[in-house]
């Protein structure tokens, strides 16, 4: 247990992912109760901690039905911000794609959703999702509207958060703070290649690697 807890591979995940991954891998059967309680008996530094509230938003019932975007910012090395657009799908939490810029433009948004339909073209059969997006300028541009009527294979419907639907686009937001908190937190970078390189190892490790409770039950 406390190889597990102190080992620099599982640093970014919470107590409970790596209790399900022992479980999973016949390395340990214990309960989450003494995971934490050896936690703390071992003085291990607290891990961070998701918000104890729980609100209920926009729940799909069942892959690819609903998608939700969203660009966030981080800071590289010399305090230069850099734009990050996330896509994901609401039923399985997935990170479907992502695209990282310089500023928020059309550019950025395309080649987000471009990397989640090519990733979504793997996977079972669904050829339409509703694809959920802030009033934000860059989502409700023309470029937008029509790169969106361009696709064939795939049709996105977009609408338009709290205006459209009565939720917001909070689960997407949710990955916001997961890859900053977990994943991006006292890590350095001087460009964007280096940042790109890195949220493609940590996006594989959250999609893939990383064990997902609510995905078990």
Not at 72 to 91: Q, S, W
Not at 130 to 145: I, K
Request: glycine content about 2%; charged content about 20%.
């Amino acid at each position: 247990m406390k190889a597990l807890l102190t080992s620099s591979k599982f640093q970014h995940w919470p107590i409970v992912s790596i209790a399900a991954y022992a479980l999973r891998n016949g390395f340990l059967k214990a309960s989450l109760f003494s995971w934490y309680k050896y936690a703390r008996l071992l003085q291990l530094p607290t891990r961070v901690c998701k918000r104890c509230e729980k609100m209920v938003g926009l729940v799909a019932s069942a892959p690819n039905e609903y998608w939700h975007a969203d660009t966030t910012y981080y800071e590289l090395f010399r305090a230069k911000k850099i734009c990050i657009t996330f896509v994901m799908d609401n039923y399985s939490k997935m990170i479907l794609g992502f695209a990282v810029n310089e500023k928020r433009c059309f550019a950025l948004i395309k080649e987000a959703l471009t990397n989640a339909l090519q990733t979504a073209a793997g996977q079972p059969v669904c050829n339409s999702s509703y694809l959920v997006t802030d009033g934000g300028d860059e989502n409700q541009s023309d470029q937008v509207h029509q790169f969106l009527a361009s696709l064939t294979e795939h049709r996105l419907t977009k609408i338009t958060a709290l205006k459209d639907i009565q939720f917001s686009n909070s689960p997407v937001e949710s990955i916001h703070r997961i890859l900053k908190s977990r994943y991006l937190r006292n890590q350095k970078f001087r460009t964007l290649e280096e940042l790109t390189q890195f949220l493609n190892l940590a996006v594989q490790d959250y999609n893939i690697k990383r064990p997902h409770c609510r995905l078990m039950l």
